[in-house]
C-alpha cells in the first residue's frame, strides 16, 4: 500500500501510533497473531522521540529563522537575523543539536 506522506496529518500519525501502541498491549513480544510487538514497539519509541525536535525546528521557523546548507562543505546551519543558531554535519545532526541546546537552556 502506498502512503502519500504529503496528504498524512498530525492527526494520522497520533492515531497510527495510539493503535499501534494498543496492539503492543494486546500481545506478548513474541505472540499471536502475527506482529512482532517488539518491531511495533520500537517504531513507536523511534517516532515518538523525533516529534519533540521536529515541534522545537517548527517553533524556530515560526519565530523567524532559517535553515541554509553551505554548497563547500555542506553543513547545515539554523540561523536568525544573520546569527547562526546551531549547525550540524548533516540537517538530523543540525535538528538534534537544536534539541540538545534547548534542552541544556531549559534546564539552567
Not at 493503535?19 to 517504531?43: F, K, N, Y
Not at 521557523?61 to 547562526?84: A, H, N, T, W
Amino acid at each position: 500500500m502506498d502512503v502519500d506522506v504529503e496528504r498524512l496529518k498530525m492527526n494520522d500519525i497520533d492515531d497510527l501510533l495510539a493503535r499501534m501502541r494498543l496492539l503492543e498491549i494486546d500481545h506478548e513480544p513474541e505472540g499471536w497473531p502475527a506482529v512482532r510487538t517488539q518491531d511495533i514497539s520500537a517504531l513507536c519509541t523511534a517516532v515518538e522521540s523525533v516529534i519533540p525536535a521536529l515541534d522545537l525546528l517548527q517553533k524556530r521557523f515560526e519565530d523567524g529563522c532559517d535553515i541554509q546548507q553551505d554548497k563547500k562543505s555542506g553543513r547545515f546551519y539554523l540561523f536568525k537575523d544573520m546569527d547562526v543558531i546551531t549547525s550540524g554535519e548533516t540537517l538530523r545532526a543540525m535538528i538534534l543539536n537544536l534539541f540538545l541546546l534547548d534542552t541544556a537552556m531549559d534546564e539552567k
